[in-house]
Structure formats: C-alpha cells, structure tokens
Nanobody, 120 residues
C-alpha cells in the first residue's frame, strides 16, 4: 500500500511561484509513474503533469510554467509552479500509478490534496 502526502500549497499573487511536494510512503519504485492533477470548483479533475524515468508530460495549459521532478531516493515528487495565474487556482492532488499503468484513468493512489489559490 502506498500513501501520498502533499505539501506546499497556499495563497500567492498572480505571477508568483509555489513548489508542491508529494512524499510517498510504502512500496513505490522509480518505474512507477507519479504525477499531479488539479480540480477547480465546478470543474472536472484534470491531469497537470506526470513523470517516469525522467520522461515528462505536461498539460498545454501549464507548459513552460510548471516543472515536475522527482527524487527517487526520497520517494518524493515535486511540482514547481511559476508565473501563476488566477486560473491555476485549484486543489492539487498527487497521484501514482503502479507499473506498467500510465493511463490517466487508472491511477492507483491519490493524495489528500493541497489548495493553491492565486489572487489577481
């Protein structure tokens, strides 16, 4: 069983930066995908970014502004968010897929979520 715990959310002004962290406990391997979703009020949860073996994916809405990284020795994934916009306001969830799963609808583990609010 894997538990994911996010941290680093908060309130920031537009144009600012935040870094989210996701610490995984339990059996998770470097081959397992880790990623971030977000859900804004009244909207569906959407995939923001994921990473495995150094390969990354980003949603078009965050390309060039967000960077996902991972420290396998610490079982921790990060999401560095820069040039934040009010439309980035959402609850951000850490997610993990057990290898060989990679499909966005087949997430095996979820974190509890952390709120990110960007003021204009």
């Amino acid at each position: 069983q894997v538990q994911l715990v996010e941290s680093g959310g908060g309130l920031v002004q537009a144009g600012g930066s935040l870094r989210l962290s996701c610490a995984a406990s339990g059996t998770i391997f470097s081959r397992d995908v880790m990623g971030w979703y977000r859900q804004a009020p009244g909207k569906q949860r959407e995939l923001v970014a994921h990473i495995t073996f150094g390969n990354t994916y980003y949603a078009d809405s965050v390309k060039g502004r967000f960077t996902i990284s991972r420290d396998n020795a610490k079982n921790t994934a990060y999401l560095q968010m820069t040039s934040l916009k009010p439309e980035d306001t959402a609850v951000y969830y850490c997610a993990a897929w057990q290898f060989p799963k990679t499909h966005p609808q087949l997430v095996d583990y979820w974190g509890q979520g952390t709120q990110v609010t960007v003021s204009s």
